[in-house]
């Protein structure tokens, strides 16, 4: 079983940066990638960010691509989603989730066996 509480979201200006961060307890060395989603009213969950804990190796979607950062600390049980220059499509719940799987290359949702109950971030203009 593996446990995730995710902490940090909030209410920024648009131009601003926020991290947020997944607390991962249980049986740890059992998750090969970790990845965040986010969902925004009216649209579907879509993947955000992904780290293969193992390698090192991310995926960012184009939306994000050059503004947010993955990363996890050296023990391998926080992994931080770095956000900067927010804007207001950024504004969702944002989700961290553990695939047991080392997955595909692009996350997809129904490959992730656990997930975070979710932190808001609302980007204002």
């Known amino acids: 079983q593996v446990h995730l509480v995710e902490s940090g979201g909030g209410s920024v200006q648009a131009g601003r940066s926020l991290r947020i961060s997944c607390a991962v307890s249980g049986n740890t060395a059992s998750v090969c990638t970790m990845a965040w989603f986010r969902e925004a009213p009216g649209k579907e969950r879509e993947a955000v960010a992904a780290i293969w804990r193992r390698s090192g190796a991310t995926y960012y979607a184009d939306s994000v691509k050059g503004r947010f950062t993955v990363s996890q600390d050296n023990a391998r049980t926080t992994a931080y989603l770095q956000m900067a220059s927010l804007k207001p499509e950024d504004t969702a719940m944002y989700y961290c989730?553990?695939?047991?799987?080392?997955?595909?290359?692009?996350?997809?949702?129904?490959?992730?066996?656990?997930w975070g109950q979710g932190t808001q971030v609302t980007v204002s203009s």
């Open positions: 989730a553990a695939n047991l799987f080392c997955g595909e290359a692009v996350p997809e949702a129904d490959e992730y066996n656990y």
